[in-house]
DNA sequence: GAGAAACCAAAGCACCGCTAATGAATGGGG
DNA sequence: CCCCATTCATTAGCGGTGCTTTGGTTTCTC
């Protein structure tokens, strides 16, 4: 009776099984052929080959596998209770194998982009519903958020694309190991009631809009509109303000002010009561879709973000 | 949408997997420890080591499983994926080495014995019982067969283990990539009836009992009896016949005939009302446990084959 | 009894796989 | 705010694993 097991050597910190699963896998092979022979032809190895990793599980097993009948093999017990594990061992890689051919194939996977409004229902919207005709078994997750919160989000892991725009005088920050894919020049278009004195214009300034009254709309564009104003040399008068480009120009269809809107939102969703013009010595604002640096090798992410660039570009041609 | 996998080329015969086993079982580690430097410590190795495991998985798997953040790692969805099943390969791996352990350490294992009638109740039994006590996990079976049938048993892998016995004229053929271990030597015995003339004499030969009426055990027994008589010089009155030697007692007692058996049948089974003495001039039987030559080495059998030998020794030593 | 088939044994060698050394990037601490 | 510690990537190098080759033994078949 022995005190302990002697090949239990608990100093070594090694974790690998003393018994090779790739010669597990080869044994297998002989169980399945009968002979050594055979698995050698199937594995399109020398006999030698598989009898050597048969010996080398014999040595660490510490029981005969194979009884040697003069010619040919026949398996012991203990054989037959490793072929029995061997088909688990065996069943689970071929799992794990399909599971990641999956992945590499978008049959599955998981892509979370957070945009912004006007972006989500248009870039974003077709983006993602081309990605599920494609690849139906990929989860898509589409999350509305303002471009500072879809970085954050991007930052902490929360999502895989972020749909940002930015103006020149931006203030988003992008992480440091994220990339930026552009998407679109949005330029920002001016929207005025029916029947304004200046829709007969061809060409309007920024400044010929300083008596009007204002309807702004999310913080970023009211930033950057009082920003442009301060440049034109005004301050606008604003009296309404919403995120909602669809309020806006209700807002601006009953004469109740006037606003300035990217191209992007009047894409999304145009009152068909409100005029859009030009908005002349205007730098527009741009949309990007922002990845973290690792994510873009992921195969479902990187198959999102060429959707997303495809919608862009698809929306870009009118 | 591609016609098929560009990854499974079936020309190729080979079987194994394409992820390397041990490199998911490394992974594992680093699912474990949350970093390639944790797992490479666990594992007893250097960090490079770990990270090209990682990285020549990836190859294979055609995904990233881990998403390099600046300092440290984070296990991408392919890689959870991978890890779940990483954990029932380790199990089933674990299962394996275990049972094999099993095996190896007398927990678990099967032997079958064969042994002709006089050995069963003696040798066999004892060692049975002895194997039974020492190694509970053992499943133990014992068959009776006359040794002919015992080595075809053996030979058409039937049993394990074939206690036979031989006369040294005997006809037993031993198969060929068999081994014999002898374990005792087996005298005859004269069984005489109560009373009966030829008690009184120190010494009794073979032709003191020409003109009596006899009764014989088994086939080579009485083949064997045949021989000795007529190398005495007659020919024996045998008037019964049986391989049951509890019957031979039984009939010597009632005073019906005469006979010889060999001393383990009167150790297994001794009628108090005849009595036993030693034939001289004659050669004993020999009894042997004869073991395939591959299955010495299995564990199981070598310890039943040892426990044999005990009882056989203890036996010898009345 | 000769040939074929299957396995074992030993030697040789190519390549796999680990180590060592270095560099880069990040995050925490004084 | 700078510096150091930590973590991972990269490259070169080399030792040992593991496959092949060759030859031999045993057994089954014709």
Redesign the pocket.
């Known amino acids: 009776m022995e005190p302990h097991e002697p090949h239990a050597d608990l100093d070594a910190p090694r974790a690998l099984p003393a018994l ?1 699963p ?1 010669s597990i896998l080869i044994f297998r092979e ?1 169980g399945r052929t ?5 698995a ?1 032809q199937v594995l ?13 599980l014999e040595a660490a097993a510490g029981v005969p596998l ?1 009884a ?6 026949v398996v012991t017990d203990a054989g037959r209770a490793l072929l029995r594990h061997a088909d688990a061992l065996a069943a689970a890689l071929h799992d794990a194998e399909h599971e990641l051919a999956d992945h590499a194939h978008l049959r599955a996977g998981r892509v979370r982009i957070a945009s912004f409004p006007s972006a989500s229902a248009t870039i974003a919207a077709r983006a993602v519903s081309d990605l599920a005709e494609r690849f139906p078994g990929i989860d898509l997750r589409l999350e509305q958020l303002e471009p500072p919160e879809a970085l954050r989000a991007l930052e902490e892991g929360a999502c895989d694309i972020a749909i940002v725009f930015e103006y020149d005088d931006g203030h988003v920050s992008v992480p ?2 994220a990339d930026r894919t552009p998407l679109a020049v949005d330029p920002l278009q001016i929207v005025l009631p029916p029947g304004h004195p200046l829709t007969a214009r061809a060409e309007i300034r920024l400044d010929d809009l300083a008596d009007e009254q204002w309807v702004t709309g999310c913080i970023s564009c009211r930033r950057h509109l009082l920003t442009s104003t301060s440049a034109a040399g005004f301050t606008p008068d604003i009296r309404h303000s919403t995120d909602d480009y669809v309020v806006v120009q209700a807002l601006v269809a009953t004469r109740m002010a006037v606003a300035v809107l990217p191209s992007l939102a009047l894409r999304a969703s145009r009152n068909p009561d409100v005029t859009v013009h030009p908005l002349a010595d205007h730098a527009p604002r741009r949309v990007s879709a922002i990845t973290r640096r690792s994510a873009r090798s992921v195969p479902s992410v990187g198959a999102a973000l060429a959707a997303i660039q495809r919608a862009a570009q698809a929306l870009d041609a009118h």
Do not use: Y
């Open positions: 090779d790739r002989v009968g002979s050594l022979t055979g050698a399109g190895w020398t006999q030698p080959a598989v009898s050597q990793h048969v010996r080398r194979l040697r009948e003069g010619r040919g093999v440091a190991d």
